[in-house]
């Protein structure tokens, strides 16, 4: 079993900085990616960033230029820089883990959520 855990979630003023982290931990084969996707209330979950098996990164239009993620110091870490911060920001941000089953399938583990709220 893989638990998933975030941090660093709090309320920020319109073009602050915030940083979030993520811990994938338990029985992990392999992760293919790790990343960061966002709910605000009465929209879907969408992307914000993430790291593919291969390294490259992928970010949400919305965020490109202005957000960041990298690679934890430890395995199975990885964070997401937040600059330039607007409304249109506030969300829950969740953390997903996409990682290999032993029956060889891939499985999302994601973790519980922290809030990021832009306002004045």
């Known amino acids: 079993q893989v638990q998933v855990v975030e941090s660093g979630g709090g309320l920020v003023q319109p073009g602050g900085s915030l940083r979030l982290s993520c811990a994938a931990s338990?029985?992990?084969?392999?992760?293919?990616?790790m990343g960061w996707y966002r709910q605000a209330p009465g929209k879907e979950r969408d992307l914000v960033a993430t790291?593919?098996?291969?390294?490259?990164?992928n970010y949400g239009d919305s965020v490109k230029g202005r957000f960041t993620i990298s690679r934890g110091y430890a395995k199975n870490t990885v964070d997401l820089q937040m600059s330039g911060l607007k409304p249109e920001d506030t969300a829950v941000y969740y953390c997903?883990?996409?990682?290999?089953?032993?029956?060889?399938?891939?499985?999302?583990?994601w973790g519980q959520g922290t809030q990021v709220t832009v306002a004045s």
């Open positions: 338990g029985t992990i084969l392999s992760i293919n990616n």
């Open positions: 997903n883990a996409r990682h290999t089953l032993p029956s060889r399938t891939l499985f999302d583990s």
């Open positions: 790291f593919t098996s291969g390294g490259s990164t």
